[in-house]
């Protein structure tokens, strides 16, 4: 590694948190509340991924067979978020949310259910528990979907959260907590006698440990070339919506014709729609994504078409090459890599804040 350079900062953090977006806030928001020193370097809080996510907290979303160890810390993470949202309102004086509102998985045609249907077989063995919902029954889960819809599949612990306003709210407690920030990127990460070393423009901060929570980027920095995981990029683009949403409805995941689409309608009148995937790191929106996200959520939900568009985001999720979070410690123990959350970055925050509050602690002892 090579040498640091620049004015070494007169003050000492315990922790150097790297990386402000959903990973880096929640891991400096814990550290900083178990009384930890701690300092947070980004030029761009909140704006990578985090920026695009539609805020669902959804362990069963994604069950595929090789990922049962997965499923299982996704169900604990989901378990996490009510303790998380009371923490955070309560250093940050907010009112962030948790809304439970289930979701409904429905499919378009006869392929669409049986995709699901095998999607389940799966999701039951991993303990995402499901309930089978008909209209007739259920009448309250269809409202807003398509008369053509008959049957569902529901997953009634599903939540999912404000994005902006849990940023909102964890930059708040930061503050609070007395964490500073360096809006700056950090151009290179060390260990030097001991102490981790992180160099941003015109100084060097000094910590007993530094957890390393960058997501994807295109240039990484130099002390990631040491562990065994790589990131690539997938890009997914989320559009916002306005709409005249009754009550608290459950979230949408829907086969149409074989592509994929979820719709989250939040209770202020926000609709989210998303799901588009493709391994890219270019961040242009080209409208035929919204063009077909659009399409395959007014199918299944006609009202949206009388929906306002706000707007669309675009984000690179982090994806390690087995599509599952890590934590990897690197540079004899003195920094760690909290990455690979890609599609459950959200979810999997207050999990992966856990996980550098043993690292460091283990560290400071
Ligand atoms: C379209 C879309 C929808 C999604 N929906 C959901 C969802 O519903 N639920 C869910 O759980 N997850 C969702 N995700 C996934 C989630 O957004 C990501 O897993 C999560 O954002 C990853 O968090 P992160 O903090 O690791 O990375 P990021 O959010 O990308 O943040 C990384 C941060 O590190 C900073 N950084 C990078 N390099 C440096 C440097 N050298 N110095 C200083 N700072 C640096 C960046 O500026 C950025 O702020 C979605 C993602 C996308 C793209």
């Known amino acids: 590694m090579g040498a640091y350079i620049g004015t070494v900062s007169a003050q000492r953090f315990d922790t150097v948190v790297v990386g402000g977006g959903i990973i880096g806030l929640a891991t400096a928001f814990v550290l900083s509340r178990e009384g930890q020193r701690v300092a947070l370097v980004d030029d761009a809080v909140g704006r990578g991924a985090t920026y695009a996510a539609a805020g669902m907290l959804a362990p069963g979303a994604e069950s595929s067979p090789e990922h049962s160890l997965f499923a299982s810390r996704a169900l604990a993470a989901r378990d996490l978020w009510p303790q998380f949202v009371q923490q955070l309102n309560q250093s940050a004086s907010s009112s962030c949310e948790l809304f439970v509102s289930g979701t409904v998985f429905v499919g378009w045609d006869a392929d669409d259910r049986r995709e699901w249907r095998r999607y389940f077989d799966t999701a039951h063995e991993q303990g995402i528990k499901s309930l089978d919902a008909t209209r007739d029954l259920s009448p309250?889960?269809?409202?807003?979907?398509?008369?053509r819809t008959h049957e569902a599949q529901f997953v009634h612990s599903d939540a999912y959260v404000d994005t902006d306003d849990i940023v909102r709210g964890l930059r708040r407690a930061l503050d609070q907590q007395g964490v500073v920030t360096y809006?700056?990127?950090?151009?290179?990460?060390?260990?030097?006698?001991?102490?981790?070393?992180?160099?941003?423009?015109?100084d060097t901060l000094r910590s007993r440990c530094g957890i390393l929570a960058t997501?994807?980027?295109?240039?990484?920095?130099?002390?990631?070339?040491?562990?065994?995981?790589?990131?690539?990029?997938?890009?997914?683009?989320?559009?916002?919506?306005?709409?005249?949403?009754?009550?608290?409805?459950?979230?949408?995941?829907?086969?149409?014709?074989g592509r994929h689409v979820y719709v989250v309608r939040r209770t202020d009148g926000t609709v989210l729609v998303g799901a588009s995937s493709d391994e890219s790191a270019d961040l242009t929106i080209e409208a035929g994504a919204i063009r077909r996200l659009l399409e395959d959520a007014a199918t299944v939900s006609p009202e949206l078409d009388e929906a306002t568009f706000v707007e669309a985001r675009v984000g690179l999720r982090p994806a390690s090459s087995d599509q599952t979070p890590f934590f990897d410690e690197l540079a004899d123990g003195a920094w760690a890599w909290s990455a690979g959350h890609y599609r459950h970055g959200f979810l999997m925050a207050p999990l992966a804040a856990n996980d550098a509050l043993a690292f460091s602690m283990n560290r400071l002892k």
């Open 215 to 257: 997501g994807y980027q295109g240039e990484p920095l130099e002390i990631l070339n040491s562990s065994i995981h790589r990131l690539r990029p997938v890009r997914g683009v989320t559009l916002r919506l306005r709409a005249d949403v009754q009550g608290p409805l459950p979230m949408i995941r829907a086969y149409v014709n």
């Open 140 to 147: 309250d889960l269809f409202l807003g979907l398509s008369p």
């Open 183 to 202: 809006a700056h990127r950090a151009l290179h990460c060390d260990v030097k006698d001991g102490e981790a070393i992180t160099e941003i423009a015109g």
